[in-house]
Nanobody
Framework: VQLVESGGGLVQAGGSLRLSCAAS????????VAWYRETPGSQRELVAE???????NYVDGVKGRFSISRDDGTNTAYLHMNSLKPEDTAVYYC???????????????WGQGVRVTVSS
């Protein structure tokens, strides 16, 4: 299973971006998903998570600005980012708990990362 991320880029402060994380095969489904971000010299930070029950959690610094969602029909997860700030600049990674429809085997996978740059 591969998770392919897209949607990163350069945006001015106050702008919006939508990151996508698409699973490469339809025989597996997204059971839970999280988005992390990483800046040089810092540990990878959990930004948002959506568990299998539909419960969502966000790190304090993005509450009210970011929204995590998923589309089971397209096997894609999203991170909607509004009111972006320069401190949101990072490489963003999705991390998904993928479950095989056939065997129910589950495993966590990472996307390749996308860069988000917010200019002031």
């Amino acid at each position: 299973v591969q998770l392919v991320e897209s949607g990163g880029g350069l945006v001015q402060a106050g702008g919006s971006l939508r990151l996508s994380c698409a699973a490469s095969i339809s025989s597996w489904r997204i059971n839970a998903v999280a988005w992390y971000r990483e800046t040089p010299g810092s540990q990878r930070e959990l930004v948002a998570e959506l568990n299998s029950d539909g419960n969502m959690n966000y790190v304090d610094g993005v509450k009210g600005r970011f929204s995590i969602s998923r589309d089971d029909g397209t096997n894609t997860a999203y991170l909607h980012m509004n009111s972006l700030k320069p401190e949101d600049t990072a490489v963003y990674y999705c991390n998904a708990d993928m479950v095989s429809y056939g065997t129910q085997y589950a495993e966590w996978y990472w996307g390749q990362g996308v860069r988000v740059t917010v200019s002031s």
